[in-house]
């Protein structure tokens, strides 16, 4: 009788087990969607803590737990720089929960390392700029905007042009992506800044390291994604007024956007944007800077079609500016252009005025892209890009031709064009046994001439690439990989002793990249990315011989240059503990053969135009090793310490020596009160914030023709507030640099040689919503 009962209790064992087996077989399913611009927030971890169980989402947001039994638990979504979330939760078999958090932390205006806007590359550093500390940055460059980023500088031309540096690298090995299309221009000067205006964006992305296998050669050093919000995706118009007013130059800035989608057609949305710029002749503490002032004038339409498996949007931007040049780099002859450097004044001032006189340049840059996706079922996304760019850029000397007739005219001196023609498509792919990933094929092609004096020749580039880039995710782990082969194909159109020639160069490598992420604890992440890159000459390092206008420098190529080839190796930590520490140390290496940079020569090149430095282009193997680090600590709820450090050393390999124009060593320090809100005032803050670069003493001696500046210090101020008119919320803001009207020369201006930099500013900000 006890062995009946026994063989019974096993088999009601055996089958409550199996039962109890069967129903753990459900899961649970969902994406993690940014709560403002319902983009996909890929690596937010979903958290089961009773079972001890989570996942991550993957590139499109999407995540799942499986084996599931049925019952009530408690869940939890984190992301960086969101709020958690945490809620209950009930699995009655296969269960849909999507999550929504919020960027309240970026609101703030708090720094934080984030991962969300860069999908393609999240084992690599990036940064996220946006709400508060984006609209502190409205009525800049963009160059200007982004430098006060951790292992972002500025390549600085005069007081009006200014390009990013990322690691010490910029130009042709930045990449720039312009809603989503690589920015195509005359991007090779050092003093062409980028054609784009930033008040297009709700978000500016960088993403340090290179990304040769997402992008192409040309993202070496980084990228920058310059985001505009989505299209509206329910009934309503909505806009928003933004007025910029700045003391220094007595400038204003005025853009405005409005949109709307439409009720009785759903699927369709639009979006209309402007933006007005001016500003008059700029100051030094001590005097005038002659000849910089500047106006813009850019515009842009967008036409969206979205329907639930398939989309398709049309967008077209022109961007126009004119641009005075400092008189007092373009100097006549050799003996006054030294004299020039050696004095700690111009010799020519000026007076104020809105003006803008020769030398100067003016710009226009106009794109046009239409992009289509179709969902491919549940196995992922289709996406089909195509873009024209056309960008035309005139420069004026400062004298001009002898000739009255001529001079009439009033026609530039050289004349560049630029036509760009690329095509991309490429599948995301959804989960596959914890796989996710893309496989791209892209293509362009240039044309480029030139009018007027020589500066670069005629050319034609085309380029191709394949790529595929997996990412596997289990847990708190993420792994990353990519391979990438390209092709250029560069023919050149140029006259040698009155014969055209037509070289052609042909290059191809393949590049690759592996990366991780790992959570090592609920507060502590790490991730690490090796990459290889590589990057063909440009056609100014090739061929350039002539007068290098924005730069007032003389520069020679070399036909002799090979193609760069880099390994580069960035890490980083990230611990983030809530309302208390926010931390990031990412050190970097970045080996570089074959490095082509412009070396000083003497003596200055004489010509018609005037006396300018020699600069001439040669390539050494070069290292560059640095750390970029940036803490915030919460003293109280209420107020915040921060710092942030940039280091690094540049040196070259060949002659054992340093690289010359890199940046110095960075300090910088904040500490910033947020008040509490009333019920007409949300919102009010106060910034105090300190600057200190290094004088740059790691330079080769004897190697140029003025010793770096010395170093500085700089006192700057960012408040704000927003007040409710009524129903209206206005923000308002007033920010201050360069508060003690500080004396001084940045290492990475251009023309340091000549003058010193910006003086004060005082700047006051406006934002006005427009909402139905």
Known sequence: MLMKKAILLFFIGIVSGTVIRAQCTFSLVGKVIDHHDRDPLEFAEIYIPELKRGALTDSLGNYIIAGLCNGNYTITCRHMGCEDISMPITINGNTLQNFYPEHHLQELGLVNVVLDKAPEKTTQSSYVMRGRELDETRGRTLGDALKNITGVSAMQTGSGISKPVIHGLHSNRILILNNGIRQEGQQWGSEH??????????????????????????AMAGVILVEPAKLRDSAGIDGELNLVGNSNGRAGSISGILEQNLKRISPLSWRLQGTIKKSGTVSAPRYFLKNTSSEEYNFSGTLGWTKKNYGTEIFYSQFNTSIGILSAAHIGNVSDLLDAIARTEPLEK????????????????????MKSYLYTGDAGKLNMVYARQYNIRSEYDKEQPLSDSLAGLNRPELQLEITSHSADVFWEHTSIKRFTGTFGVSGLTQTNTFEGRYFIPNYRNYTGGIYWIERWTWEKLQLEAGIRYDYRHLQVFKFENNVLVSPVYEYRNVSGTFGAIYRLTDNLNANINIGTAWRPPAVNELYSDGIHHGTATYEIGNKSLKPEQAVNTTFSLQYNKKEKWNVEVSPYYNAISNFIYLQPEMPPTVTIHGAFPTFRYTQVNAAFTGIDAQVNYYIVPQLMLTGKASILRASNKTTGDYLIQMPADKLQGELTYNFKSFDKIKDSYITVSGIFVNKQF??????????????????????????????????????????LNTSYRDYMNRLRYYADEMGRNITLRVKIPIND
């Open 193 to 218: 800044a980028p054609e784009i205006d930033p008040f297009i964006a709700t978000n500016l992305t960088v993403v340090k390291g290179a990304n040769s296998v997402r992008y192409g050669p040309d």
């Open 350 to 369: 000026g007076e104020f005025t809105y003006d803008i006189q020769r030398p100067n340049q003016h710009i226009e840059h106009e794109l046009f892209k």
């Open 698 to 739: 790691r330079v080769p001696p004897n190697a140029d023709y003025a010793l770096p500046p010395s170093a500085y210090t700089l006192l700057n101020f960012e408040m704000g507030t927003k007040l409710y008119l009524g129903k209206q919320p206005v923000t308002i803001g007033l920010g201050g640099t360069n508060l």
